[in-house]
């Protein structure tokens, strides 16, 4: 399973899959409140819920064959359970957040 | 088989709607329609369902706002002590693996979720399922066949 990646955009690998590409789009659809949620929670300075959202993409993303998420997730999960500097944290998040951004309903040409 | 005939429960609890679609969609693929899936996006709920009683396999997340796996492992088992209890993990510290275990979980599958590992994972449960449902099917035969002669003192007689 690998995510191909096609100049910004990031497509599932399940993402010309028949039986799970209304998934994957619905998966896609719903990426930006999965990010409102995330900078909801470090604004607000909500560490618990930042860790438990960023947990859930962790494990969805890959799932749904985004594998390139998953690092990201982990390093901010990591981050936070840490208890790294904000600096280090919010780093983590930009990353993921753009990553997540990128992220787009079925498959490259 | 008239075992599988009946059927087989299945309950999937995960916080993430997203991750109870996708693992429901995969398994109603790839089993027929003996395999009931029900799911759930709360322990709450979950725990509901499972206190109703015929829950044969149980598929649960183990890190859930406000209740965990373990406790619905607990529960399933209580309930129903030969429902196969299978924990979802995206990271699982030594303890609460060796914990689940002791509880009486038959595997766990590690997030992200490998597609092709859920769907044998699952098999394996249901056949193990249906194994101890013909174990069970066949020793209450046995026990239906000895209880007429003690409790019936007429049948007693007539031997």
Known sequence: MSMVQNSEAYFSAYGSDPDLAELVAMFVDEMPDRVKKLQDAHTTGNSESLRQTVHQLKGAAGSYGFDQLTPLAAALEDSIRDQATEEVIKRSLLALVAACNRVRAGAAD | ?159
């Open chain 2, 1 to 159: 088989m008239s075992l599988l005939r009946q059927g087989v429960n299945l309950v999937v609890v995960d916080d993430d709607p997203s991750m109870v679609r996708l693992i429901t969609k995969l398994l109603a693929g790839a089993f027929d329609s003996h395999l009931h899936i029900e799911s759930f996006t709360d322990a709450e709920s979950a725990r509901t369902r499972i206190d109703e009683g015929g829950v044969d396999i149980l598929l649960t997340d183990l890190e859930m706002p406000g209740s965990d796996g373990l406790d619905l492992l607990r529960d399933a088992k209580l309930r129903k002590v030969d429902t196969q209890v299978v924990l979802l993990t995206g990271h699982s510290t030594l303890e609460s693996l060796m914990q689940a275990l002791e509880l009486g979980a038959v595997d766990y599958l590690l997030k992200p979720v490998d597609h092709q590992q859920l769907i044998d994972l699952i098999r394996e449960s249901v056949r193990r399922q249906l194994r101890w449902k013909q174990a069970l099917a066949q020793t209450w035969q046995i026990e239906r066949q000895r209880l007429p002669m003690k409790a019936d003192p007429a049948a007693t007689r007539i031997q």
